[in-house]
């Protein structure tokens, strides 16, 4: 189902226009890849190489971020990160869950 792309206007609720433009996104990629097969959505088809797969992992992978950590500089676990954290030692090397 098509949801109608949510038109910008006055709003003091910022977060909500913002989750109402990525609940937008999220159908749009949805009806995009719904027709597809397994054999497509594992078939790269655009010249970067990534599969229609590896777009949805990406894409969920940066909202889980994003909605974590945001702009708010708050820390966050993420797949397969070596920032540097306390006494030189990453978060990799001390063995902490990821995503």
Same mark, same amino acid.
């Not at 990525?22 to 959505?41: H, I, K």
């Given at each position: 189902?098509?949801?109608?792309?949510?038109?910008? #206007?006055? $709003? $003091?609720?910022?977060?909500? +226009?913002?989750?109402?433009?990525?609940?937008?996104?999220?159908?749009?990629? *949805? /009806?995009?890849?719904?027709? +597809?097969? /397994?054999?497509? *959505? !594992?078939? *790269? !088809?655009?010249?970067?190489?990534? &599969?229609?797969?590896? +777009?949805?992992?990406?894409?969920?992978?940066?909202?889980?971020?994003?909605?974590?950590? #945001?702009?708010?500089?708050?820390?966050? !676990?993420?797949?397969? *990160? &070596?920032?540097?954290? &306390?006494? #030189?030692? $990453?978060?990799?090397? !001390? #063995? $902490?869950?990821?995503?």
């Amino acid at each position: 189902m098509r949801v109608p792309f949510p038109e910008p #206007g006055p $709003s $003091s609720d910022v977060p909500a +226009l913002f989750l109402t433009y990525l609940d937008y996104y999220r159908g749009t990629v *949805a /009806d995009r890849l719904a027709g +597809l097969t /397994d054999a497509q *959505a !594992r078939t *790269a !088809r655009v010249p970067s190489g990534w &599969t229609p797969v590896e +777009l949805v992992k990406h894409l969920t992978f940066m909202e889980r971020r994003w909605l974590v950590w #945001g702009s708010s500089a708050n820390r966050c !676990r993420t797949r397969g *990160a &070596t920032a540097p954290t &306390t006494a #030189g030692t $990453s978060a990799r090397t !001390r #063995g $902490s869950p990821t995503w």
